[in-house]
C-alpha cells in the first residue's frame, strides 16, 4: 500500500514541467474526456492549467511533456479498416524532428527526460522506436509489448463515463453485505474471456461470469461482489482494475505480463490478486483460500488507495493526477536510464 515517501514530497516541492507549445488542437493539447481513454485527455487538460508545476522556461524544467492525445491521433490520421499506421507513425517521426531542430533540450538526453501520458491501446507500438528514450505513461503497460520496466509507467485506466462529474457513482457495499464471490462481464476482446466464460459461465452461482450486460447490472453486480475478475481483452490492460477499486472490489488482475497501475508507490499485493492465465480452471479455489480475516483487510486497503485513481476537477494531493506525475518524476530520477 501506499504510504508517504520523499520522492513524492521532493517532487511537490520541486518539479517542473516544460510543455511545447506546438501542435494543433485537434491531436495536441486536448483530448477526449469520457469513456477508456479518458486519462489522457483528463492529464492534458490539468497539467496545461497547473500554475504549481509547468513553468514556462524550459531551462528550468527537470522534464519535458510532449501534450499529445493518441486516441485523437488515431480518429484524426488513421483511415477506417485499412489496417495501416504508417502515416501515423511518420507523423510523429515529423513532429519529433520538429522539436530537436527547434530546440535543443531533446537531444541532450535522447529524449530521456521528455514524457507522453497516452491511454490508447496502440501507443506503445506507435512509439516504440522514435520515443523510446521518453518515458511513456502508457495504459497498455504489456512487457512482451515494448514496456521498459524502470523507465516507463503503468497509466491507471477508468471508464470516465460523467465527464461534468468523474466521481460520480463510486462505492459499494461493505465487506460483510458482498455476497458475490467473484463477478466479471464485458466483450469478448482477445484471447482469455473466452475461456473464462467455457469454464465459469453459468456454472456456479459464487462465480458470476457474463459476456456483455446491462450498465445497471454490472454496476450492481461491482458494487455487491468481493472479488472482480479484471481479465485481459485484445490489450494486457482493462478498465476494470481501477473501476473494482472505485467500486471497493478486489481486483483479481488475470493478465500475464501486465505492470499494474502506479506500480511504483502502491504495494498491489496487499489489496489485489493476481492470477496466472493457465490457472483460470482453478479461479474459484484460489479465492476461496483467501482466508476471511485477509480479505476484510484487503477490502479496507482497496478503500484506502482509492484517493489514488481519482480525478478531480480541481487536483488535490495524491490523486491520480499527481501520482501520474510522480511516477514519471520517480522513474527519471530512480528509474532505468537508456544507453
Known amino acids: 500500500m501506499y504510504t508517504k515517501c520523499r520522492s513524492y514530497e521532493l517532487m511537490e516541492q520541486t518539479l517542473k514541467v516544460y510543455i511545447y507549445a506546438e501542435g494543433e488542437r485537434s491531436i495536441f493539447h486536448s483530448g477526449p474526456l469520457d469513456g477508456i481513454y479518458a486519462s489522457e485527455g483528463w492529464f492534458i487538460n490539468l497539467l496545461e492549467a497547473n500554475k504549481g508545476f509547468v513553468t514556462k522556461n524550459p531551462q528550468k524544467a527537470h ?82 509489448g515494448g514496456f521498459q520496466f524502470g523507465k516507463d509507467v503503468s497509466l491507471p485506466q477508468p471508464n470516465i463515463r460523467l465527464t461534468m462529474n468523474p466521481l460520480a457513482e463510486l462505492g459499494g457495499k461493505p465487506a460483510s453485505r458482498r455476497r ?73 488482475i488475470l493478465s500475464d505480463n501486465y505492470v499494474p497501475p502506479l506500480f511504483e508507490t502502491l504495494n498491489w499485493e496487499s489489496f489485489a490478486v493476481f492470477v496466472q492465465e493457465r490457472d483460470i480452471p482453478n479461479l474459484k479455489n484460489i479465492l476461496l483460500s483467501i482466508s476471511d480475516k485477509k480479505y476484510k483487510q484487503m477490502h479496507k486497503r482497496v478503500k484506502q488507495v482509492l484517493q489514488h485513481f481519482l480525478w478531480h476537477t480541481k487536483p488535490s494531493k495524491y490523486d491520480v493526477f499527481h501520482m501520474i506525475l510522480h511516477s514519471v518524476w520517480h522513474n527519471r530520477v530512480f528509474g532505468i536510464r537508456p544507453r
Not at 515529423?94 to 533540450?105: A, D, G, P, S
Not at 450498465?215 to 481483452?233: D, H, P, T, V
Request: net charge positive; proline share 4%.
Open 180 to 252: 458475490i464471490l467473484a463477478f466479471f462481464a464485458g466483450h469478448m476482446h482477445g484471447y482469455l474471456r473466452p475461456i473464462l466464460l467455457k469454464y465459469w459461465e453459468n456454472r456456479d452461482l459464487d462465480m458470476r461470469i457474463y459476456g456483455e450486460i446491462t450498465k445497471a447490472s454490472y454496476l450492481r453486480y461491482m458494487k455487491s461482489s468481493k472479488y472482480c475478475i479484471c481479465a485481459r481483452g485484445s490489450q494486457v490492460n482493462s478498465p476494470r482494475v481501477v473501476e473494482a477499486i472505485y467500486y471497493g472490489c478486489i481486483p483479481v
Open 63 to 144: 522534464l519535458f511533456y510532449l501534450p499529445i492525445s493518441f486516441r485523437l491521433l488515431k480518429m484524426t490520421l488513421y483511415v477506417p479498416d485499412s489496417h495501416n499506421r504508417t502515416n501515423i507513425i511518420q507523423f510523429l517521426n515529423n513532429y519529433v524532428e520538429m522539436i530537436t531542430q527547434k530546440y535543443r533540450f531533446w537531444n541532450r538526453t535522447e529524449g530521456a527526460d521528455h514524457f507522453i501520458v497516452a491511454c490508447h491501446d496502440w501507443a506503445p507500438a506507435e512509439t516504440n522506436e522514435i520515443m523510446s528514450n521518453c518515458i511513456r505513461s502508457l495504459c497498455n503497460a504489456d512487457l512482451r
